[in-house]
């Protein structure tokens, strides 16, 4: 089985819009860095000015790793283990077959239950929902394949 990729974003923002990114966020880091140095003294006396410092510099982290394309989010089915990034901000998380338990799919979601007994959500959304079959598809036939049980199951309010 080769790879199977699905975007979990919206739109995936093209070469220019990335560069702009990044040079944004590498400026609000500058920024951020001249600010501190030029208002030493008030930073001393005044701890609330430390907040700004550091709103500047986690909009210029994440303006810096969305331009250098790490903060996509995405699901990706391989031939024994599927990974996992459905937070911009937190790192890729690989799911290996033998430490899934079981999976339950919901119209709009995905519960992964590992063998150390937490569970893994993935939430689709209702924004873009054509990728949500496609991702069931390869769910099941990773699921097949490597013998783990695969519960679809209805949301009835």
């Known amino acids: 089985m080769e790879s ?57 982290y994440f303006q810096i790793i969305s331009g250098l394309g790490r903060a996509e989010k995405f699901i990706e089915f391989s031939q024994s283990s599927i990974k996992l ?28 239950f590992l063998s150390s007994g937490k569970k893994l959500i993935l939430r689709f959304g209702t924004t873009y929902t054509e990728i949500i079959e496609p991702v069931r598809k390869s769910l099941q036939t990773f699921c097949t394949r490597n013998n783990i049980p695969l519960e679809f199951k209805t949301e009835e309010l």
């Open 85 to 112: 990034k459905n937070n911009s901000l937190f790192p890729v998380r690989v799911l290996n077959a033998p430490d899934i338990k079981k999976i339950e799919a919901f119209p709009l979601n995905l519960v992964f």
């Open 4 to 60: 199977n990729y699905y975007s979990l974003e919206l739109n995936r923002s093209n070469r220019v819009t990335r560069i702009f990114q990044l040079a944004f966020g590498i400026l609000c880091a500058v920024i951020a860095v001249i600010w501190a140095v030029l208002n030493i003294n008030m930073l001393k006396s005044n701890g609330t000015l430390w907040i700004t410092i550091v709103l500047l510099l986690g909009f210029a």
